[in-house]
């Protein structure tokens, strides 16, 4: 267990619906990521927050967003959903802005019908 | 910006033998390389990580080089198990903690 939870573990919608996926990081982490992992893909960075700011962007979608709040846990907000939206995201998190470890949470994974 | 190319994507291998993966990545601005284990389904999970200013780093059966001259970097796992079938990924790390994955390493452990 890395101490990084998600919510919820499954999720199925269909197209066109909005999602929102939350992620509460490790007891003294500051910074969130999150990543997109497709089907027999690599994990593809979304996006990552420090202490409740953006601090770094990858190949996130408009039609996504996310926000780190006071408390630090992060919410992915996904809309407009399509079908090639399905995939596992996973939230990671690390202690500061250096290079430091990141550490896993277990996942959501999303289904689009 | 930062381009991790990994290989081979598929590496079978009997138990007891090593199993070796390899990674190149493009940014000379890079320093902080992790390799991550995951299992169908799962998380992945930290196995092992290097930074630039050492060379090689060994933790029981797994040890990573690195060559910065040559941007690259490997995974040696030694007398493999089947417990150690799994996918592996490297990743570079080119600043404020973005971690750029590789494709990735399928490695299956026949007993």
């Known amino acids: 267990d890395s101490g990084v939870t998600q919510t919820p573990k499954h999720l199925i919608t269909a197209t066109g619906q909005r999602v929102t996926l939350r992620c509460s990081p490790r007891?003294?982490?500051?910074?969130v990521y999150w990543y997109q992992q497709s089907l027999d893909q690599g994990l593809q960075f979304l996006i990552q927050?420090?202490?409740?700011?953006?601090?770094a962007k990858g190949n996130i979608l408009e039609r996504f967003s996310a926000q780190q709040f006071p408390d630090l846990h992060s919410e992915l907000n996904l809309s407009s959903l399509e079908l090639g939206d399905s995939a596992l995201y996973f939230c990671?998190?690390?202690?500061?802005?250096?290079?430091?470890?990141?550490?896993f949470g277990p996942g959501t994974r999303l289904t689009v019908l | 910006g930062e381009n991790v190319e990994q290989h081979p994507s598929t590496l079978s291998v009997q138990e007891g033998d090593s199993a070796v993966i390899k990674c190149t990545y493009s940014d000379s601005a890079s320093n902080y390389f992790p390799w991550y284990k995951q299992e169908l389904g799962k998380r992945p999970q930290l196995i092992i990580d290097i930074r630039s200013n050492v060379g090689e780093k060994k933790d029981q059966r797994i040890a990573v080089t690195l060559n910065k001259t040559a941007k690259h970097f490997s995974l040696h796992i030694t007398e493999t198990q089947p417990e150690d079938s799994a996918v592996y990924f490297c990743?570079?790390?080119?600043?404020?903690?973005?971690?750029?994955f590789g494709t990735g390493t399928r490695l299956l452990v026949s007993p």
């Open positions: 927050y420090y202490n409740g700011e953006e601090r």
């Open positions: 990743a570079a790390s080119p600043g404020f903690q973005k971690l750029v």
């Open positions: 007891s003294g982490d500051l910074s």
């Open positions: 990671a998190s690390s202690v500061g802005g250096g290079q430091d470890t990141q550490y």
